[in-house]
């Protein structure tokens, strides 16, 4: 199995910071690397696939990066609409998800 | 429009069986895969399966392989997850959600059923 490992499982933030949140892959996963963001009481929504494409719709305020084992998410200006939780997801082989990155108010 | 209608929260006791379902709506039902997902009240998501519609080609994540049955009816355009004997540790939320591009693509699960709350209780 690929285990994804994301850092940190929470975080705490003001409106307009800029915010990293890391995800590594057991093995090479290539850039089968998808970013979803959940808000409470919702279902997940797709952000980011093949580690850096943006999803149609998402702000251009989220990036992704990364190849290999190592991927990041970066909001470049936290917005309160931001505040939720991120999961990273491999789907090289299978699927697998990250334990989910809380992003909160500070 | 593309849509995912999942069908209603279900109450069940240990023991006993159940089939939930997703319906999908507004694209061609059998090109695209279609997963399951859990997520434990407070908890991440897992990824349990995923079925493509056309010809029922099925994977599972080791964890749920033989814990739950995936399965679809292109007739209908609905996939189903089953069990066959309920555990008070299936109590989740499950989603289903539709992979939108080719593997090659990386393109993943662009729209997601509404989830269905599962309770399983003495």
């Known amino acids: 199995d690929i285990q994804m490992t994301q850092s940190p499982p929470s975080l705490s933030a003001s409106v307009g910071d800029r915010v990293t949140i890391t995800c590594r892959a057991s093995?090479?996963?290539?850039?089968?690397l998808n970013w979803y963001q959940q808000k409470p009481g919702k279902g997940p929504e797709l952000l980011v696939y093949?580690?850096?494409s943006l999803h149609s719709g998402v702000p251009s305020r989220f990036s992704g990066g990364g190849s290999g084992t190592d991927f990041t998410l970066t909001i470049s200006s936290l917005q309160p609409e931001d505040f939720a939780t991120y999961y990273c997801?491999?789907?090289?082989?299978?699927?697998?998800f990250g334990q989910g990155t809380k992003v909160e108010i500070k | 429009e593309v849509q995912l209608v999942q069908s209603g929260a279900e109450v069940k006791k240990p023991g006993e069986s159940l089939k939930i379902s997703c319906k999908g709506s507004?694209?061609?039902?059998?090109?695209?895969?279609i997963g399951w997902v859990r997520q434990v009240p407070g908890k991440g998501l897992e990824w349990m399966g995923i079925i493509y519609p056309g010809d029922s080609d099925t994977r599972y994540s080791p964890s749920f392989q033989g814990q739950v049955t995936v399965s679809a009816d292109k007739s209908s355009s609905t996939a189903y997850l089953q069990w066959s004997s309920l555990e008070a540790s299936d109590t989740a939320v499950y989603y289903c959600a539709r992979r939108g591009g080719t593997y090659s693509s990386g393109y993943d699960f662009d729209y997601w059923g509404q989830g269905t709350l599962v309770t399983v209780s003495p």
């Open positions: 507004g694209y061609s039902f059998s090109t695209f895969w």
């Open positions: 093949g580690a850096s």
């Open positions: 997801q491999q789907s090289y082989t299978l699927r697998t």
């Open positions: 093995q090479n996963i290539k850039t089968f």
